[in-house]
């Protein structure tokens, strides 16, 4: 699965934050972030010179308060699905978690490695991290080279395949899941053409307490989709919603793991799939 970069002529190990932050300054096309390198490491990089491997910062993986969950970007998959949801019964949407890691087929092997913000960084349409974090609004904090900060959505954040908003010399601190949003129930729905596919289509939705209900469309779609009710749509407007997506939201997908048709009646077919079962 891994392959030795051979271009790569330094490897730079921030201990701690301000080591981070000092080592943004520089970074572009030829010196990289490095989180678990699952992508990095899995195809030829020719242009790289130099990468800045986040994971020995020390940065908690999850924190647990009352306004929520916020996860590291060097948090793994594992440690996400590996998440008691039994421990905060308070957050109803907490299997949504290990649900999303699932969807990375890659085996536990690339769940142990493969971190949080690479995969939203990465910004693959498949991208399950994405899809956890749009459905549970999920905020990423942003350090940017000259020590400033920013918040964004991260359905805002992941703008098309494999573009983002970051620019050079911003790092993916972390990501936060405010607290309203995991009281809600949730639903996820895959399609693959293979068992063990990548997803074609993934969807996520939530039903909160006060009965406002969000679907997130990823996979479908080149960047995330993301419907916001006050209350359950009735059928016939849901799927129009639904289908409006591929106007709105870059086209439906096409790619070898799934048509655009095929990927368009699956999203509207597994959208009221996931409406049915929030009811
Ligand atoms: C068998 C297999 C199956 C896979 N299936 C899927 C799949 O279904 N869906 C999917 O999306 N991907 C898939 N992948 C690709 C990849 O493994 C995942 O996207 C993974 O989550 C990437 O995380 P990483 O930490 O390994 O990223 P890395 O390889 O370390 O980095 C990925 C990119 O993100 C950047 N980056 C990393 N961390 C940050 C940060 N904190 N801030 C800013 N930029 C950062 C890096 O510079 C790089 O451009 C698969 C890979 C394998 C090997």
Redesign the pocket.
């Known amino acids: 699965?891994t392959m030795d970069l051979l271009t790569v002529e330094a490897l730079e190990r921030p201990r701690d934050d301000d080591e981070v932050r000092a080592a943004l300054p520089g970074l572009g096309p030829d010196r990289?972030?490095?989180?678990?390198?699952?992508?990095?490491?899995?195809v030829p990089q020719p242009h790289l010179r130099g990468l800045v491997d986040?994971t020995a910062a020390g940065w908690t993986p999850i924190t647990a308060a009352d306004d929520g969950l916020t996860v590291a970007?060097?948090a793994?998959?594992a440690r996400l699905a590996d998440l008691d949801p039994a421990a905060y019964p308070q957050w109803p949407a907490l299997p949504l978690l290990a649900g999303c890691c699932e969807?990375?087929?890659?085996?536990r092997k690339?769940w142990h490695?493969?971190?949080?913000?690479?995969?939203?960084?990465?910004a693959?349409p498949?991208?399950?991290?994405?899809t956890l974090a749009a459905a549970l609004d999920g905020v990423a904090t942003?350090w940017d080279a000259s020590g400033r900060q920013r918040r964004e959505l991260v359905e805002d954040l992941v703008v098309g395949t494999r573009r983002t908003t970051?620019v050079a010399g911003?790092?993916?601190?972390s990501i936060h899941l405010p607290a309203t949003a995991l009281r809600g129930r949730t639903a996820l729905r895959k399609a693959s053409l293979a068992p063990l596919g990548?997803?074609a289509v993934l969807i996520a939705g939530r039903r909160d307490p006060d009965g406002a209900f969000t679907l997130a469309v990823t996979a479908a779609v080149p960047r995330p989709a993301v419907l916001r009710y006050e209350s359950l749509p009735t059928p016939d407007r849901f799927a129009a919603d639904v289908d409006a997506l591929g106007a709105t939201h870059g086209g439906w997908y096409d790619d070898p793991h799934g048509t655009p048709e095929w990927r368009h009646a699956m999203s509207r077919h597994l959208a009221e799939e996931i409406r049915a079962e929030l009811r």
């Open positions: 699965m990289a972030l490095l989180g678990g390198g699952t992508f990095l490491f899995s986040l970007a060097t793994t998959l969807a990375l087929v890659g085996s690339v490695v493969a971190t949080v913000g690479g995969n939203v960084c990465l693959l498949a991208g399950p991290m994405t942003i970051l911003e790092v993916l601190r990548r997803s």
